[in-house]
């Protein structure tokens, strides 16, 4: 059975960081896509980071370049998103999600992800 658990997430003031990990099993971790999708409350959902497990870079939406990195800990079989520079427009639910295979691109695409992990909650105050 595949499972992606995420941790991390919390509530901080605008300015801070926070990270987020999510572990996966019954998964085979290498060579797919990896990251964090997010919605709030009256919003589309939203890619927000994605990373080939095989070995790559991160891709990212626009809105959070330069202040998030997603990153691999394969010894974990986990991907981590570290968050800094946190604003009011990040606050939102934040989902871990995994592809089934891919072409060798991962996008910011929730079609490409069929696995999804539960969510957490990430609240920035202003």
């Known amino acids: 059975e595949v499972h992606l658990a995420q941790s991390g997430g919390g509530s901080v003031q605008a300015g801070g960081s926070l990270r987020l990990s999510c572990a996966a099993s019954g998964y085979h971790y290498n060579s797919n896509c990896m990251g964090w999708f997010r919605q709030a409350p009256g919003k589309e959902r939203e890619g927000v980071a994605v990373i080939y497990t095989g070995g790559g870079t991160g891709n990212y939406a626009d809105s959070v370049k330069g202040r998030f990195t997603i990153s691999q800990d394969n010894a974990e079989n986990a991907v981590t998103l570290q968050m800094n520079s946190l604003k009011a427009e990040d606050t939102a639910m934040y989902y871990c999600?995994?592809?089934?295979?891919?072409?060798?691109?991962?996008?910011?695409?929730?079609?490409?992800?069929?696995?999804w992990g539960r969510g957490t909650q990430v609240t920035v105050s202003s």
């Open positions: 999600a995994g592809s089934k295979g891919t072409d060798g691109g991962c996008y910011l695409d929730d079609y490409q992800y069929e696995f």
